[in-house]
């Protein structure tokens, strides 16, 4: 049986740009739940006022480029709380780390570093690799 593909036009563009905007805003209040942040804290991670942070977490989404950071972190946050005991999160984001000459993960979230820390607590959790 054939399907029907409705063709690709600006409504169908529309309601998946407006699904992706969704996905920000949800990611962005997913972050903020995991870390246990305060819009302040939201804010300094992606480098804006809490204004804006503010502005997002009530529906109106950030645009593409702090979007697909949101996804990042919201990957990271996700592979560590599938990993870490309930509640300790927020603990470690806010600990310092002699890694990283005692800055925080906050500290270095805002520095747009997410990719390399997500790599670096995939390769310490990897059983594999340490025996």
């Not at 962005?28 to 302040?40: F, P, W």
């Not at 996804?71 to 780390?97: M, N």
Request: with cysteine; hydrophobic share 45%; proline share 6%.
């Amino acid at each position: 049986m054939a399907t029907y593909d409705p063709p690709a036009g600006p409504r169908n563009s529309a309601r998946a740009r407006r699904q992706k905007d969704l996905t920000s805003v949800w990611s962005l209040r997913r972050i903020r739940e995991a870390m246990d942040l305060s819009e302040a804290e939201l804010a300094a991670i992606f480098g804006v006022s809490e204004a804006t942070a503010r502005h997002w977490l009530r529906g109106n989404p950030p645009g593409p480029a702090r979007a697909a950071r949101a996804a990042g972190v919201l990957e990271l946050c996700d592979f560590l709380i599938s990993r870490l005991k309930p509640l300790a999160l927020p603990a470690l984001a806010r600990r310092g780390t002699s890694s990283y000459y005692g800055q925080n993960m906050l500290a270095l979230l805002s520095y747009g570093r997410e990719r390399e820390l997500l790599a670096e607590y995939r390769q310490l959790f990897d059983w594999a690799v340490g025996a």
